[in-house]
């Protein structure tokens, strides 16, 4: 079992940034390729990055690529998403989830996850 808690999330003006954070439970946070994804009110989960076991992958979503990026730290048992130049656009839920494979990163389906945390609220301002 692996429990994910994501933390990091809040208000921010536009053109700012935040940082999130996703702490996992477990011994086995090495053996999982991350992801971020968010969810704005009426709008369907949107994948955002992933990040392989390794952490020598990363993939990005066309939406986010260039202002976001994605890293981990399997000492801490902890994933990363460093956003910059925020819109009011990001406006939504961020969840981070687990997918256990030791492939290379890519776009998953939300079905192809195991674990997903409770998500954090981030609100864009203009």
């Known amino acids: 079992q692996v429990q994910l808690v994501e933390s990091g999330g809040g208000l921010v003006q536009a053109g700012g940034s935040l940082r999130l954070s996703c702490a996992a439970s477990g011994r086995t946070f090495s053996t999982y390729a991350m992801s971020w994804f968010r969810q704005a009110p009426g709008k369907e989960r949107e994948f955002l990055a992933d990040?392989?076991?390794?952490?020598?992958?990363?993939y990005y979503a066309d939406s986010v690529k260039g202002r976001f990026t994605i890293s981990r730290d399997n000492a801490k048992n902890t994933v990363y998403l460093q956003m910059n130049s925020l819109k009011p656009e990001d406006t939504a839920v961020y969840y981070c989830?687990?997918?256990?494979?030791?492939?290379?990163?890519?776009?998953?389906?939300?079905?192809?996850?195991?674990?997903w945390g409770q998500g954090t609220q981030i609100t864009v301002s203009s």
């Open positions: 989830a687990a997918c256990k494979t030791f492939g290379i990163a890519t776009m998953r389906r939300v079905d192809e996850y195991d674990y």
């Open positions: 990040i392989s076991w390794t952490g020598v992958y990363t």
